[in-house]
């Protein structure tokens, strides 16, 4: 089973996406964390989502190569989030052809899986470069990753509702 939550920084989809593996998995599952970039805000971030999962998860961090740590585990596997790792692909100078081969050998593995993504594409066009480039990437791989999952989930509010 695969399975995306997609909405807005903020919106609650990480937490919708934690009560939702917690309840799909018999075992503790996987928290596979891809923030690498630490400043004392982004600091914070973790902090409050280390907090938020307790020991509910076993967390493994991966910033870039997350098929080959996804295919290391045993049980199904959280990752959060896939926005973070497209950040990270565009720092380490990855191109979209990459990050889409690598989803789709992610797709392949027989691993429940549950995605988190931001919704980035609602906004204004961005003014800079690399930015229309996250924003496009971010839209292209989360139609990918929505067309192969089983399950698609968008969150406003704190509030997941079905879409597929």
């Not at 009560?19 to 914070?44: G, H, R």
């Amino acid at each position: 089973m695969k399975t995306l939550f997609i909405g807005g920084i903020k919106s609650g989809k990480s937490r919708s996406a934690e009560n939702y593996i917690k309840q799909l998995s018999k075992t503790k599952p996987v928290y596979l964390a891809t923030t690498e970039f630490i400043d004392d805000e982004m600091q914070e971030r973790i902090a409050q989502h280390q907090q938020q999962r307790k020991s509910d998860f076993i967390t493994v961090e991966e910033a870039i190569n997350l098929r080959e740590k996804i295919a290391l585990q045993e049980g199904a596997v959280l990752v959060e989030c896939l926005s973070m790792w497209i950040n990270n692909m565009l720092y380490h100078e990855k191109n979209y052809t990459e990050m889409e081969a690598e989803i789709a050998t992610i797709m392949e593995l027989k691993q429940d899986i549950v995605f988190v993504i931001n919704d980035v594409g609602c906004g204004i066009i961005p003014e800079n470069k690399l930015a229309r480039q996250f924003v496009d990437i971010s839209g292209k791989l989360a139609q990918l990753v929505a067309q192969k999952c089983d399950e698609v989930y968008h969150v406003v509010a704190g509030i997941s509702t079905q879409i597929k």
